[in-house]
Structures are given as structure tokens and as C-alpha cells.
T-cell receptor
Framework: EPEVTQTPSHQVTQMGQEVILRCVPISNHLYFYWYRQILGQKVEFLVSFYNNEISEKSEIFDDQFSVERPDGSNFTLKIRSTKLEDSAMYFC???????????FGQGTRLTVV | LAKTTQPISMDSYEGQEVNITCSHNNIATNDYITWYQQFPSQGPRFIIQGYKTKVTNEVASLFIPADRKSSTLSLPRVSLSDTAVYYCLVGASYSSASKIIFGSGTRLSIRP
């Protein structure tokens, strides 16, 4: 069964450093998303991406965040200067069309120290 | 966006049928009802989606009354592995995950 893969599974970084979280969506999917989940809290929407541009973003997704689809397979989330409160699980998701289910990856646990 | 209300937690036993009800009084005409499941340290997983009446798949059934102001996710004969958080989401089908906001969900605990 096709799946969304994320790397790394766990990343530890120092406050102020840049991190890039990587995702390989399902190959024929066109819509891509990033979510985050702080430990013990809700899954929060960050951004959606379609046709090589951001289609929607939440207020969490400020100037410190950016997304990119550098080639035909990868979808990345960059946090420019990490803060302690960025520590969370980050989930990538993809869907074939706008009206179909989203498939989530296993997540990257980001720990900012 | 239609707000959803569901129980914070539920407990049940292996082999039982579990019904989780979600209220969505302000559901719009073009909104669909979608349920996701999340195991600890994993991403959410789509379970089922419906618009009205009843939908059934290999995992669950979804019952939606005529007024669509609530819905019930039914898990037949649960096992320990069904212990997870279950999210009821309401949103326009065309918008998929981007406009669907996860609430706090229902934490289901299955005991032997």
C-alpha cells in the first residue's frame, strides 16, 4: 500500500537553528499538507500546497516557516530559526484530489533544546 | 466551519460494539462528516466519511440522522488495538484536509 514517508523520524536541534523536515508524498497525489501536534495537544493545521504554491496557511505558519517542493517527489517544511515552542510532532499528509481523504505520514518528532 | 462536540474519553471492553457520537449543530449543506483515528505517536488515519444516512466499510459504520446535526461512529467488536483517539471532522468535501480542523477527539480505551 502506498504511504507518505517522513524523515528523519526524530530531530534534535538547538534553539535558533534552521531545520528542514522532509516528506515524500504518495506519488500520484497533488495536494500536500503539513500539520503539527504538540505533545498532549490537538493536531494543528499548518499549511496546504497545490500546484507549486501555498493554497492555505494557518496563523501558526508565520515567516519562520516555509515549504517547498524542490523536485517531483519531495515536500519539505523549513523552520528558519527554531524556538523551544516549535517542539512537536510534525505530520506531512497528501491527497489525490481536494475532495479525497488525506494520508498522513508517521511524523517527525522535533525537539528544540 | 461547523464546530463539533464529542466525548473526551470512552472506555470499553474487547468484543463490544463501541458507538462514539459527535454533535455538529451548525453543519452546512455542503459539509461532509469525516472520522479519523490516531494511534499514539502516529499520524491520523482516515476511517470513514459520509454525508447522510449510513455508510459502512470494513472498519466501521457511520450513522447520520436526517437532520445531520449529529453522527455516530460505530466500531463493531473492538479489540485492544482499537485503543486510539477518534476525531470527528466536519467540512466541505472539496476542501479535503486543508479546511478540516482537528478537535480534541475522543480517547477510546479498550480493556481486556
Amino acid at each position: 500500500e502506498p504511504e507518505v514517508t517522513q524523515t528523519p523520524s526524530h530531530q534534535v536541534t538547538q534553539m535558533g537553528q534552521e531545520v528542514i523536515l522532509r516528506c515524500v508524498p504518495i506519488s500520484n497525489h497533488l495536494y500536500f499538507y503539513w500539520y503539527r501536534q504538540i505533545l498532549g495537544q490537538k493536531v494543528e493545521f499548518l499549511v496546504s500546497f497545490y500546484n507549486n504554491e501555498i493554497s492555505e496557511k494557518s496563523e501558526i505558519f508565520d515567516d519562520q516557516f516555509s515549504v517547498e517542493r524542490p523536485d517531483g517527489s519531495n515536500f519539505t517544511l523549513k523552520i528558519r530559526s527554531t524556538k523551544l515552542e516549535d517542539s512537536a510532532m510534525y505530520f506531512c499528509a497528501s491527497s489525490a484530489e481536494a475532495n479525497t481523504e488525506a494520508f498522513f505520514g508517521q511524523g517527525t518528532r522535533l525537539t528544540v533544546v | 466551519l461547523a464546530k463539533t462536540t464529542q466525548p473526551i474519553s470512552m472506555d470499553s471492553y474487547e468484543g463490544q460494539e463501541v458507538n462514539i457520537t459527535c454533535s455538529h449543530n451548525n453543519i452546512a449543506t455542503n459539509d461532509y462528516i469525516t472520522w479519523y483515528q490516531q494511534f499514539p505517536s502516529q499520524g491520523p488515519r482516515f476511517i470513514i466519511q459520509g454525508y447522510k444516512t449510513k455508510v459502512t466499510n470494513e472498519v466501521a459504520s457511520l450513522f447520520i440522522p436526517a437532520d445531520r446535526k449529529s453522527s455516530t461512529l460505530s466500531l463493531p467488536r473492538v479489540s485492544l488495538s482499537d485503543t486510539a483517539v477518534y476525531y470527528c471532522l466536519v467540512g466541505a468535501s472539496y476542501s479535503s484536509a486543508s479546511k478540516i480542523i482537528f478537535g480534541s477527539g475522543t480517547r477510546l480505551s479498550i480493556r481486556p
